[in-house]
């Protein structure tokens, strides 16, 4: 049964705290979760869009520097920090509210190599810094609607800017309303010159974008597939069956001959 932990405001909507046996969840005013952890094993991503966006991880050699926007409930800070716990993980969150949930109620991790930073996206990305990210998760909502900044290409445009050259931007978007996925999927196309794959979350709303600074590392995917069962293991999650949907949900020829 789901009781309430805390309930409050950030000056621009409400935030709910729920417990559900181990469960506890955010929310932004709505019945939808925008995060969820489970008090004893915080590590393990609860939601599927989480599972599906670790699909990231895959595709880069030797991951070990992460660049998240959306602290949320702490699920993908707990998550990378388990897995990879020499990373360096910056966190980017402009609710001050949120952050100190985090701490209060969510277990925010303790590290020297986890920074949260107490700013919009947007002006973040505005100060200079060394294209060094090999992994960057943008995973901003308000309630039940896509932040508006997912409908700019230049948001896209600037977190590319801050990755490697053979790093990977991960972003959720939500295609409940197809015209405004769809603008938010041209502003992506617009800002990486096309070299974005897409996975439709099974049973879900959300659709997970992998964008790339270059061109789409097929050999890279190739590989993802090979070693799936390895990372499966190493993870948890069924990475066989994310890389699947990313074939089937793409149709390009040449990933339909990489996966045969």
């Not at 602290?71 to 609710?95: M, N, S, T, W, Y």
């Not at 015209?179 to 439709?200: F, T």
Request: proline letters at 5%; one cysteine or more; charged letters at 20%.
């Amino acid at each position: 049964m789901q009781h309430l932990v805390f309930k409050g405001h950030t000056g621009q909507h409400p935030v709910l705290v729920t417990d559900e046996g181990n469960l506890r969840s955010l929310r932004f005013g709505t019945d939808e979760r925008q995060s969820c952890i489970d008090l004893q094993s915080p590590w393990k991503l609860q939601l599927a869009y989480t599972q599906w966006m670790a699909t990231a991880l895959l595709l880069h050699p030797c991951p070990d520097k992460f660049l998240l926007f959306g602290l949320g409930g702490c699920a993908l800070p707990h998550f990378l920090q388990h897995h990879h716990p020499e990373a360096r993980i910056d966190v980017v969150e402009k609710e001050a509210q949120v952050i100190q949930l985090a701490h209060s109620y969510f277990k925010l991790p303790t590290s020297d190599t986890l920074n949260i930073i107490h700013l919009d996206a947007v002006d973040f990305l505005g100060t200079a810094e060394t294209p060094d990210y090999h992994v960057a998760f943008l995973d901003i909502f308000g309630p039940g609607a896509m932040a508006p900044a997912l409908f700019a290409a230049d948001l896209y445009r600037s977190i590319l800017t801050r990755l490697t050259s053979d790093g990977v931007l991960v972003v959720n978007l939500w295609n409940g309303d197809k015209a405004l996925y769809n603008r938010a999927l041209q502003a992506v196309r617009d800002a990486s010159d096309g070299q974005v794959l897409q996975m439709q979350v099974k049973q879900r709303s959300n659709v997970i974008l992998l964008i790339f600074p270059g061109e789409i590392p097929h050999k890279a995917i190739k590989k993802a597939q090979k070693n799936s069962p390895l990372y499966q293991q190493r993870y948890g999650l069924d990475f066989a069956h994310y890389l699947k949907r990313l074939r089937r949900t793409n149709r390009l020829s040449v990933l339909t001959a990489l996966f045969q």
